[in-house]
């Protein structure tokens, strides 16, 4: 049986999750159910950072930037949606932010119809640098 890297915090996020779903229910915009989650983490005493901008290299080259919703104990990020459900492109965009930074597990929440979460793990043995010195 393998561990699952950061199990207890993931499943802290996830309990934190469904109690804001269960709250606020379907239908609200991706910022309401981010907003909620930072206020549950931190009644909960979990570290986080919202709107956490992380900049993508190619090569040597800064390429671009974008912000991670929530970034957890600097050891998770949490990619919010509110769509019917999750998508292909929505676990792709995740995968590619687990990939441009040092961290290896991510969530992927969505706020649907119906509550559901994936979870992405991308070892940072197998990501190039990611971090090129200048």
């Known amino acids: 049986m393998t561990k699952l890297l950061h199990k207890d915090l993931t499943e802290i996020i996830i309990g934190v999750f469904y109690d804001v779903y269960n709250t606020l229910g379907y ?3 991706e910022k309401v ?8 983490l931190d ?7 919202d709107q956490y901008p992380i900049d993508v290299f190619y090569k040597s080259h800064k ?3 974008y912000f991670a919703d929530l970034i957890v104990e600097n ?13 292909k492109d929505d676990e792709c ?9 040092n961290i290896e597990v991510g969530l ?11 979870r992405i ?10 971090n090129p010195k200048k």
């Open 33 to 40: 159910y981010e907003t909620a989650m930072a206020i549950e």
């Open 93 to 101: 965009q995740l995968l590619n932010y687990l990939k441009a930074t």
């Open 108 to 118: 992927l929440l969505n706020f649907g119809k119906k509550p559901e979460f994936k």
């Open 75 to 87: 050891s998770v990020i949490i990619e919010i949606k509110a769509n019917e459900f999750i998508r």
């Open 63 to 65: 390429v671009g930037k």
């Open 27 to 29: 239908g609200f915009l």
């Open 43 to 49: 009644e909960r005493g979990v570290y986080f950072d």
């Open 121 to 130: 793990a991308f070892s940072n043995v197998r990501k190039p640098d990611i």
